[in-house]
């Protein structure tokens, strides 16, 4: 590909140190956004999807902590910048849109405070200026009569217009690189889809590049260039959408396709991957998917796999990948 | 027909008026506090006292040092129309004292819980938001502050000032004392809604874009804990209240100044000759602080967040 990486991560770990233990949340993960791309993050719950992204920002809730690896933003390692330094990247550069809209808007602040804020805090405006650009903004996220809504209260907006609010917030600066993070996964279906198309528009509109985490296969289907799958802190594969989809090949990955419920595949019963996501404070040794794999063998518990490319542009950290001939679900 | 369409625009019109103002969670709080009988009935009461105390001057028929019954022999003499309380030992009009008693009252719940609230506002804020050895070190001071007899360290300091300089401050120094001894409680409360409020999403979102963490403090959350902190406010008010009262009674406070506590000091020694010399003072303490109490529950029932209708 010609196109430049606008981020890439490499290696990066981030460890929660609990009384418990040390929980492994994220541990050596490589992944890369190219410009103007929409890369989707997918993963079952608890798999470090959300403390990815969140490690992205630097604001990893305590007792949370990066210890190791790079992230690398437009060639800046962002893991070297000061907090303040960081503050000016966030928001402007790297735009945030959380899971629930219900708690991600300040009850207490009316919708044109809590934007204005942003745009004042990033952009050399007035407030009169920044009020301008607020309403602007809020007809760009298509929420009717926005000279009168922006007086709103968090709480006198429904569920999609909360998002739509909270969209229009991560994206008042324009920034180069969206992260959402199950942006849909709280509003019913009907919304859901508006919400996305949204910000698939938005995205062509303003020419960035995104990273959509969730755990919804059909949802990054509809919106993705390319998907990485990771599984309790590692990447499992890395490859474009169409590829994930018909030629998985990571055990992983062909077992979450299976798991989608489907009204074309007219599946009889919901397909379950057995077991549960293994404990992060003490992983499983090796490739950490092996307990619940039905292809594992001894060498599996043994080395950890390697993120290797088995095609350009394919990567797949799985020992059998080249010697296993695993089908899609949805066939070829 | 056309009255008709003429009614519709105008529903319209004021839908539009009603629309185009957001309705903050104050304006619902105001909306119930309204329909709150004993919180009205306290603000009345509060509103009361402060008319008082504004008009002072012209509501006292007398000075309240002036003693106008005591060249013509009316020394506690009881309550009548020249005397609406009667009067104390050196002819005094008890009414004209509690009229002029009521700036004395507010003063000193207004200026000690203005004291013990900015302590404790910014101890809970910063205790909360902070954690760590910041928040470990606060609390224990804290502690401190919480496990000493507070009356009781408050007359020794009292009594220390006065010994030092005769003179010793006056009533401001009873407030400021009220004030630095009594804000360890309500520290502890505020700190408690910062933790709960700093883990909300609404937090994490606003650090996603670029605030500082000054800003997170007290623009985010401290209107979050707003709530807490009013209705601390109107109780703290009326605890100091009471404490000044019961100072100048034990008669560590100011002489010279006139509050009801200090009248309930004088009139100590003939209760049973002129009962209105203590009744009258005494009852608008009660009066005051019962206010207070009822506007404090009031505001609370009506800020609680998880009152919601």
């Not at chain 1, 009204?263 to 397909?271: D, N, P």
């Not at chain 2, 008319?51 to 000075?63: G, N, Q, S, Y």
């Not at chain 2, 002819?91 to 002029?100: H, L, N």
């Not at chain 2, 009471?242 to 406070?253: C, D, H, N």
Request: net charge positive; glycine share 8%.
């Amino acid at each position: 590909m010609t196109t430049k990486e606008i981020l890439k991560i490499e290696n990066l770990k981030t460890y929660f140190n609990t009384w418990a233990g040390i929980v492994k949340a994220v541990d050596g993960i490589n992944l890369d956004v190219k410009e103007g791309e929409t890369l989707g993050l997918v993963g079952e719950s608890g798999s470090g999807k959300s403390v990815t992204a969140l490690s992205i920002l630097g604001i990893v809730p305590r007792p949370g902590k990066i210890i190791d690896g790079r992230i690398l933003f437009k060639g800046e390692n962002l893991l070297e910048k000061t907090e303040s330094e960081l503050q000016k990247v966030r928001g402007k550069e790297i735009g945030y849109i959380f899971q629930d809209p219900a708690t991600s808007l300040n009850p207490v602040l009316s919708v044109a405070n809590q934007l204005t804020e942003v745009i004042i805090r990033h952009q050399n405006v007035t407030k009169r200026e920044a009020l301008e650009k607020a309403i602007e903004l809020f007809k760009l996220v298509e929420i009717p009569d926005p000279e009168l809504k922006i007086w709103n209260f968090p709480h006198q907006l429904s569920g999609g217009m909360k998002q739509r609010m909270a969209v229009a917030r991560a994206l008042s600066c324009q920034p180069s690189l969206l992260l959402a993070d199950e942006p849909t996964t709280n509003l019913d279906v009907t919304i859901q889809a508006q919400i996305l198309q949204l910000m698939k528009t938005l995205k062509e509109k303003l020419s960035m590049a995104m990273i959509l985490i969730t755990h919804d296969m059909g949802v990054v289907a509809e919106v993705a260039d390319r998907i990485t799958v990771i599984y309790a802190g590692r990447v499992c594969e890395t490859a474009d959408t169409r590829t994930i989809f018909y030629k998985p090949r990571h055990p992983y990955t062909v077992a979450l396709l299976t798991a989608v419920p489907s009204l074309a595949l007219r599946k009889e019963e919901l397909a379950v991957i057995p077991g549960a996501i293994p404990n992060l404070i003490d992983p499983p040794s090796g490739c950490r998917f092996h307990p619940r794999c039905k292809y594992a063998k001894a060498a599996c518990a043994k080395e950890i796999p390697p993120l290797k490319e088995i095609e350009p542009g394919h990567f797949v950290a799985c020992i059998r990948a080249s010697e296993l001939d695993i089908k899609s679900p949805l066939g070829a | 027909m056309i009255r008709k369409k003429s009614v519709e625009s105008k529903l319209l019109v004021q839908n539009e008026k009603k629309r185009s103002k957001g309705v903050s969670q104050w304006n619902i709080a105001w909306r119930r506090f309204k329909k709150n009988r004993a919180a009205l009935a306290g603000a009345l009461i509060v509103g009361f006292v402060i008319f008082l105390a504004a008009f002072d001057v012209l509501i006292a028929p007398f000075h309240p040092n002036a003693t106008p019954g005591f060249y013509i022999g009316e020394t506690r003499s009881p309550p009548s129309l020249k005397y609406l309380f009667g009067t104390d030992y050196i002819g005094k009009d008890v009414f004209s004292q509690v009229v002029y008693g009521a700036r004395s009252a507010l003063f000193v719940g207004f200026a000690s819980a203005a004291i013990a609230m900015s302590l404790a506002i910014l101890v809970g804020l910063i205790s909360g938001y902070y954690g760590g050895i910041i928040d470990n070190v606060l609390m224990r001071i804290t502690e401190i502050f919480l496990v000493i007899p507070f009356l009781l360290i408050l007359l020794v300091f009292l009594k220390v000032i006065t010994a030092i300089s005769p003179s010793g401050g006056g009533l401001s120094m009873v407030v400021l004392m009220i004030g630095l001894f009594s804000w360890a409680a309500d520290a502890r409360i505020i700190r408690g809604e910062v933790l709960r409020v700093k883990e909300s999403e609404f937090i994490e979102a606003s650090k996603s874009l670029g605030a500082s963490k000054r800003r997170i403090v007290f623009r985010h959350i401290f209107p979050n804990v707003l709530h807490i902190i009013i209705v601390l406010t109107t109780l703290m008010i009326a605890s100091a209240i009471l404490v000044e009262a019961a100072i100048s009674f034990l008669g560590f406070g100011d002489a010279a100044a006139i509050t009801w506590g200090q009248q309930l000091q004088k009139a100590n020694e003939a209760v049973k000759e002129a009962w209105w010399e203590g009744v009258f003072p005494g009852l608008f303490i009660t009066l005051l602080v019962l206010g207070f109490s009822l506007l404090g529950n009031g505001l609370r029932d009506a800020l609680d967040p998880r009152l919601r209708e």
